[in-house]
């Protein structure tokens, strides 16, 4: 790997220790990722909110169709789903449980299990999956009805 900057060359070593390796060298490719994120936050398809980044999910929605991460955060703003870092199936749940904000699965499959888990133990139901049509830039989603009727506020979307 060479530094762009510098010319200064890594050895990350042969193809058997390259993925162990691969963490220790990515604060040397970061540069290329900020100057990526420059770019989406200057053309709009990217935001920043407390600190967390969200690029607009058609630029990376390939990404998460062949990642092994399930579940990232997701943000709805300018009537376009941002995706936010992967998280791990339990900040998923209280993400949805606890009204704290979106979520955006790989698969369909993961959603609806997500939702129809939310709604168990709010003795509950799901609604969905919907499209808004109004949005072109909105992605299939499930909510989560609780017991009472109330439709909780966060959407937990999905890929076409």
Do not use: W
């Amino acid at each position: 790997m060479i530094d762009e900057k510098t010319k200064e060359e890594y050895n990350i070593g042969d193809s058997e220790t390259v993925s162990a390796q691969f963490a220790i060298a990515l604060p040397i490719a970061l540069g290329l990722l900020e100057a990526l994120i420059t770019v989406l936050l200057a053309i709009g398809e990217a935001i920043v909110i407390v600190g967390v980044t969200y690029i607009v999910a058609s630029r990376v929605i390939e990404k998460i169709n062949n990642s092994t991460y399930d579940y990232y955060m997701a943000i709805i703003r300018n009537n376009n789903v941002y995706i936010g870092p992967a998280i791990d199936y339990e900040t998923a749940y209280n993400r949805v449980s606890l009204f704290e904000g979106d979520v955006f699965c790989r698969t369909e499959t993961k959603a609806k299990t997500l939702a129809l888990n939310v709604a168990y133990s709010k003795r509950g139901t799901i609604i969905g999956p919907e499209r808004h049509k109004d949005y072109a830039n909105y992605y299939p989603h499930y909510h989560v009805k609780d017991a009472y009727g109330y439709k909780l506020a966060s959407h937990i979307f999905f890929p076409y």
